[in-house]
């Protein structure tokens, strides 16, 4: 069956430092992959998706994400946060021929000043 | 603002009561998707409709049901309510049908079964 794992269900860590939020998919065919954040009350944003192509994707505010498809994750890495990315991380997979967007339990990011 | 709109907010009512969520998509998208998103379980795909016909299902109790209609706004119907089924139920819409695309959130309806 497919599944997305996130395997940190919190992340706290200091302004201006680097942070890198895991999430790791299992499929037995190819997959697209997305990162959505949700900030408090508000419903999900997509940052950034892979479809093919270069495994370096980059999104909006400065996040990107790397595909791996021999480890098969999709993590999701900022070098430098703000307060202002404090927020809950989705990333989800569609498997290919499939209609269905599977997303895992999400990270908290909290972001301290 | 994403485009989808979402009816009512805030719902709160009984466990045995039936319950209906609506949801309009963006403007030319023809697919909606429903989602239930609770504490414990995260973000749980229910179903997806695409320009009417229902093209994928998830985890969707036998005691739910939903429909597109043909100006392509979206009903979710929950019936025999319990008190589990409290939760946050997103839609999201696409233009096409799904895969690569991305999906347009709306903010969702926060349903508190008492």
């Known amino acids: 069956a497919q599944s997305v794992t996130q395997l940190d269900s919190q992340v706290p860590v200091f302004e201006e430092a680097p942070v890198e939020l895991r999430c790791n998919y299992s499929s037995s065919v190819s997959v697209y992959l997305f990162w959505y954040v949700q900030y408090p009350n508000q419903g999900l944003q997509l940052l950034l998706k892979y479809l093919s192509g270069s495994t370096l994707v980059k999104g909006i505010n400065g996040f990107e994400a790397e595909f791996n498809k021999s480890q098969t994750s999709f993590h999701l890495r900022k070098p430098s946060v703000h307060i202002s990315d404090t927020a809950e991380y989705f990333c989800?997979?569609?498997?290919?021929?499939?209609?269905?967007?599977?997303f895992g339990t999400g990270t908290r990011l909290k972001v301290l000043a | 603002d994403s485009g989808v709109t979402q009816t009512p907010k805030h719902l709160i009512t009984a466990t045995g009561q039936r319950v209906t969520l609506r949801c309009s998509p963006r403007s030319g998208d023809l697919s909606v998707y429903w989602y239930q998103q609770s504490l414990d379980q995260g973000l749980q795909f229910l179903i997806q409709y695409y320009n009417g016909e229902e093209r994928a299902k998830g985890n969707i109790l036998e005691r739910f049901s939903a429909q597109q209609f043909p100006d392509l706004h979206s009903e979710l119907n929950l019936s025999s309510l319990e008190l589990g089924d409290s939760a946050l139920y997103f839609c999201?819409?696409?233009?096409?049908?799904?895969?690569?695309?991305?999906?347009?959130f709306g903010s969702g309806t926060q349903l508190s079964v008492l």
């Open positions: 999201a819409s696409s233009v096409g049908q799904g895969g690569n695309e991305k999906l347009f």
């Open positions: 989800a997979a569609n498997p290919s021929g499939t209609y269905k967007y599977i």
